[in-house]
C-alpha cells in the first residue's frame, strides 16, 4: 500500500490497526486499497466484524460465568426459603403472642406477709419454676399459643412472686387454664381478663424505663398515686406494670402514676374477675375442681397428654436481682 494511501487512512479511523486493516481487506473482495472509496468501505467492514466477533465472545463469556454461579445461587436460593419458612414460624408465633386477649396472674406461693425483696427472691425459686412447668403442659393441652412471664405482685401492705400468662383463647378456656393452674398451686384466688370492646372492666399496662428504678422504689411510687393492687414484670430495657380495674374506677389514677414514672400507658376494655375463695385455702380447691369438672364435660379431650411440648408454649424464665 501507497504510504497516501495510510495517511487517508489514518483521517478515517487511527484506532484500529492499519496492518489489520489490510489483511482484512485481502481477504474480502477489496484487493486493493488504492483509493478513497475502497479505503472508507474496508474500514466500515472491518470495524463491523471486529465488533461481532466482540459481542460473540462477550455472550460466551457471560453464558460461562452464569454456568458456573448456578450451583452456588441455587444452593443459596434453597437455603433462604428454609429461612424464610423458620422466620415465618417465629413471627407467625410472634404475632399470636402480641394479640393476646386472655391474661391470668397465678402465684406459686402460699406464705403469707412476704416484703417485696423476699417475693423478688422468690422468682428464683423451686415452686416458680414448677409452677412455669405445669403452665407449660396446660397450655399445650389446650392447644394455646402462650407467652408465661415471671412476676412480682404487690399492694399496699405485702408481695408475692407470681406469673402472668398471656395467651389467645376463649375466657372458658382461659378460666380453665387459670383454674387449673391455681389448683396446681393450692391457690386462695387466680385474676383472669379477657378482653372484650363492651367489656366492663379494664386493663392497664405502664411500660416504665428502668433507669435506677428497682421494684421496691415503683411499689413505693404506686402506694403513693392510691394503687393498692398491680403485677409487676421486670424485663430487661424496661417494667411492664399491670393494674386490672374490675370497677373501672382507676384511671386519673393511673395516669397520675404514669406520668410519675414517665412511663408509656395503654389500656384495654374486657371482663376479670377472680377465681377462687380469698378466705379459704380449701374452699378455693373445691371452686376449682367445679371449674375444670364444668369445662371438661364439654371438651373430653382437654386432659389429654401432651406431646408436643415446646412449640405450643413459650415461657420466659428471666432471673431477676433487686438493686440494693
Known sequence: MHSATEKIYRRYNSNVPFASVKTFARKDRYAKLDNDSTLRKSVRRFSRASREQDQVRNRSHYLM?????????????STSIILGQESTKTESHSS???????????????RENLTIREAITGLSSLDEQRLIDE????TC????VSRLERAVGSWSDGAQHSTVLRTRADETTLRYAASWLGKFA???????FHRRSSGRARMYVLFVPRGN???????AELDSDGLANRTLVPRKIQMLIYVVDLKNELQAKVQTAARRLHARMSSVRGDGGFIGDENDRDKAQTI?????RRYEEGHPS???ACRKRAPLARVTAQSVQSRR
Open 213 to 219: 428504678r428497682d421494684m421496691a422504689a415503683v411499689a
Open 135 to 138: 403452665a407449660v403442659l396446660v
Open 96 to 110: 399470636k403472642t402480641r394479640k393476646a386477649n386472655g391474661y391470668a396472674f397465678v402465684s406459686p406461693n402460699t
Open 288 to 292: 376449682f375442681e367445679q371449674e375444670l
Open 302 to 304: 382437654a386432659r389429654r
Open 141 to 144: 393441652r389446650l392447644h394455646l
Open 186 to 192: 393450692r391457690q386462695k384466688t387466680v385474676l383472669c
Open 65 to 77: 460465568t452464569h454456568l458456573l454461579l448456578l450451583p452456588i445461587i441455587l444452593a443459596a436460593w
